[in-house]
Every structure is written in structure tokens, then in C-alpha cells.
């Protein structure tokens, strides 16, 4: 996959794996990257599926309708991408922490709903339910940190409790911070998602 990778200055601490929301690219999340762990070392993704030009980490049917098989096929793609960059970059693979916005925090979402131990912990920006009518895996003690907005059109208030519902009730520790705000990635909530990761991740 399209990507970029930068070595942290502190290798114990988790690698950030980037993922954009629709229409961005590998370089949209970096100051994320540096306001939640400077030290990170960084695997920030592109998006394989393009939508008139617009990357995505998968094909949608409408707004908000996901095409359900090729999230499966994506999810699966990009679960395997994280194994073999770790190979590449000289990584561990159990470390991994994704931080996602909007489409790439739905692409993260669904990596814990298919995969036990894909990532060591999340931070999703405005997520929706990736899928419903699934089992989960046992998600005991993952850490997951939800930024939304009350007044978000494309993920509205009860999809986001649904998402809480859903993770928790597979074992995962779930945080939301909420804001009167729409889709968009607001700064209180990228300082409270490094607050968060610090609270979980500090050695
Ligand atoms: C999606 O398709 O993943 C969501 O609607 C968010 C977005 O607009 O990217």
C-alpha cells in the first residue's frame, strides 16, 4: 500500500498508524501524530480504493452505506500490510496504535471488529458501526478513545453510543469525548485523545 513511514526518536513507545479520512492521504494526519506521541514511530497509510480521484480504505454504495464485501476484503488487506511493514520497518506488530479520522477511523473500527489482536489500542475520530450483526472478538482490556460531535449529520449521537455499546460489550475500554460539534476533527479533542494516550500508553 501507499505509504509512509517515519522512525521514532523512542522505539518502546507504540507505533501510530495514520489513517486518513475520504479524499486525504498519507500526510493529513502527521500533526496528529505529533501531538498525541512525538516520539512515535509513525505507518501512515493511503487509502487503496479511489472514489472519483478520492482515496478510501473502502468502496461505499451511498453516503454512509458501506459496500460490505469490500470492507471485508480491505480490512483483511490492511491487516496483513501492518504484518509485512513491520517486517520491512523492523517494527513490532503487537505495538501498533491506529489513529483514524472519519472513513479511516471506520477502517480501524473494523480491523478490531475482525481481527483480536490487529491493534494495541485506538483513537477514532468520528467513527461509525463498520458492521452490524457480527460477533466480535474478545476485545478484553482494549484501549479505545472516540472523538464525536453532538451534531455530527454523517455519524449522528446514537451510532457512536451503538459503536460504545458494541466495543465495550466485546471487553474494550472505551472512552468518548463528546463536543457540540459536526464531523469535523476539532483540537479539544485531539488534546484530550493525547491526554488519553498517555493515561494508557506511558511507560
Ligand atoms: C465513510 O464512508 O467511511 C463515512 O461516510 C465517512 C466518510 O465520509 O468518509
Redesign the pocket.
Known sequence: MKHLFKKGTDLTKPVLLLLH??GGNEEDLLSLADMISPESSVLSVRGNVSENGMP?FFR?LA??V?DEEDLIFRTKELHEYIAEAAEKYDFDRDQVVAIGY??GA?IAGSLIFHYKNSLKGAILHHP?VPRRGIELPDLNGLPVFIGAGKNDP?CPPEETEELQQLLSSAGAEVHVKWENMGHQLSRAEVEEAAEWFHKHFSS
Do not use: K, V
Request: proline share 0%; aromatic share 8%.
Open positions: 479520512g475520504t478510501r461505499r453516503e454512509g458501506f472519519s472513513n471506520n461509525m454523517i
